[in-house]
């Protein structure tokens, strides 16, 4: 009998998506199984949710929805070197051929050469679900254009999730960074570091 577990998910282009019974991951050699304490919501999974991504890559329903994710490793394979079991971890999974597995769900298969990582102890797990997928997109978007003391940059969308990092992450290089808000928002954005609103 398969072992079955609730997930977040996508049942078709119909419906919402609703809380369901799913089953479980599939154990590999190579993977971790992760208990999963926090998930996050992104621009991505709304696009995954409506439909939007259909003409791009097959969706194989149910769709669990998520990326992100933070949580504890229940179980690790045999091939696996660099978690143990009950490590605390983070990160994002990536999406594959199809769109199916997700990350608001229990548990989750992550590869361990996948996107995941000791989570930070001075981080809850709310705030590393909340970063992983954000987070490497702003480091990606910020080590492209290596800002320093002499460089002043603008960072449009700086209250999202990958502009709010990209505004720490830029003015911690000693770039002067103009970040755009909107009225309300400008002492946030001057406590992440940015220079002008």
Do not use: C
Request: hydrophobic content about 45%; overall charge negative; cysteine-free.
């Amino acid at each position: 009998m398969t072992e079955t577990m609730k997930a977040f998910v996508l049942r078709n282009f119909d419906e919402e998506p609703v809380v369901s019974d799913v089953p479980a991951p599939p154990f590999g050699s190579s993977n971790l199984i992760v208990r999963v304490h926090a998930a996050s919501i992104n621009g991505w999974d709304s696009a995954v949710a409506a439909g939007y991504l259909r003409e791009m890559m097959p969706y194989e329903f149910p769709v669990t929805l998520g990326k992100d994710f933070a949580g504890v490793v229940q179980s690790v394979g045999e091939a696996v070197t660099g978690f143990s079991m009950g490590d605390e971890v983070f990160g994002f999974l990536t999406t594959g051929a199809s769109l199916h597995e997700g990350s608001i769900a229990e548990l989750i298969a992550v590869p361990e050469n996948g996107f995941v990582a000791l989570k930070p102890a001075n981080l809850d797990s709310e705030e590393a679900a909340a970063l992983a997928f954000a987070g490497s997109a702003a480091l990606v978007a910020v080590d492209a254009i290596h800002p320093s003391e002499r460089d002043t940059i603008l960072i449009n969308g700086a209250t999202g999730g990958v502009g709010s990092v990209a505004v720490q992450l830029a003015s911690k290089r000693g770039a002067k960074v103009f970040a755009t808000a909107l009225p309300g928002d400008e002492e946030y954005l001057r406590d992440l570091g940015a220079s002008e609103t």
